[in-house]
Structure formats: C-alpha cells, structure tokens
Nanobody, 129 residues
Framework: QLQLVESGGGLVQPGGSLRLSCAAS????????IGWFRQAPGKEREGVSC????????NYLDSVQGRFIISRDKAWNMVYLELTDLQPEDTAVYYC??????????????????????WGQGTQVTVSS
C-alpha cells in the first residue's frame, strides 16, 4: 500500500524556521512528482510547492517564493520543504502528495491538488508569538 507520512511541523515564532519531511513507504519516490499543499482553517487547500522526478523542475506559490525551499533526497526516499521567515499567515496543516503523471502537468507553475493521487495525513505548522 502506498503511504506518505509528513513530519516536522510545530509551533514557531514569526521569523522562525521549520523543515518538513515527506517519507514514503511501499514505493520509491523516484517515479513521482511531489507536491506540498497547505490548508488553513476555513480555507481551501492550496498548492505551496512541487518538485519533478529529477528535481530540476520546482515551482512555488508566489507568497512563499524566496522563503520556502523544496528538495528531494533519493537515497533516503524523502522530500523536504524548508520553511524560513515564517509568518502567522503560514499557519496551516501541510500535506505532501505524489503523482506519476507527467512532470509538466503535475508540477506546473500553479500546483493543483486535483493532479495528485496520493496524499499524506498532514503536519500542523503554527506560527505565533
């Protein structure tokens, strides 16, 4: 069974940093484009970032560009999202997702949740003083 598990969330003060991890079990991430999404209370789930199979193609939501960095570690079958300069508006549950569709569609400039088949359960990020 394909499973994704996120970790690394927590409570941080404004300006702080976190590193989120997405681990896969039951399959290798090499053949999947990976996306990170977030959902704040009362809001739609939005795409934050994505990375292609090779790691060459990456995209970011405008509001996180320059603050978040996505990367993948093939040796450890992991994908990471480094969050820096966190702000209260970044507070949300963060999810990773995977799909085997074409990188050009799955990891497009706007990261769309309907493109992703497999989802993790999420990790909470809270930014508050």
């Amino acid at each position: 069974q394909l499973q994704l598990v996120e970790s690394g969330g927590g409570l941080v003060q404004p300006g702080g940093s976190l590193r989120l991890s997405c681990a896969a079990s039951g399959f290798g991430l090499d053949n999947y484009a990976i996306g990170w999404f977030r959902q704040a209370p009362g809001k739609e789930r939005e795409g934050v970032s994505c990375i292609s199979r090779s790691g060459i193609r990456v995209n970011y939501l405008d509001s996180v560009q320059g603050r978040f960095i996505i990367s993948r570690d093939k040796a450890w079958n992991m994908v990471y999202l480094e969050l820096t300069d966190l702000q209260p508006e970044d507070t949300a549950v963060y999810y990773c997702a995977a799909d085997r569709g074409p990188d050009s569609a799955v990891c497009a400039p706007i990261v769309v949740k309907s493109r992703y088949e497999y989802w993790g359960q999420g990790t909470q990020v809270t930014v508050s003083s």
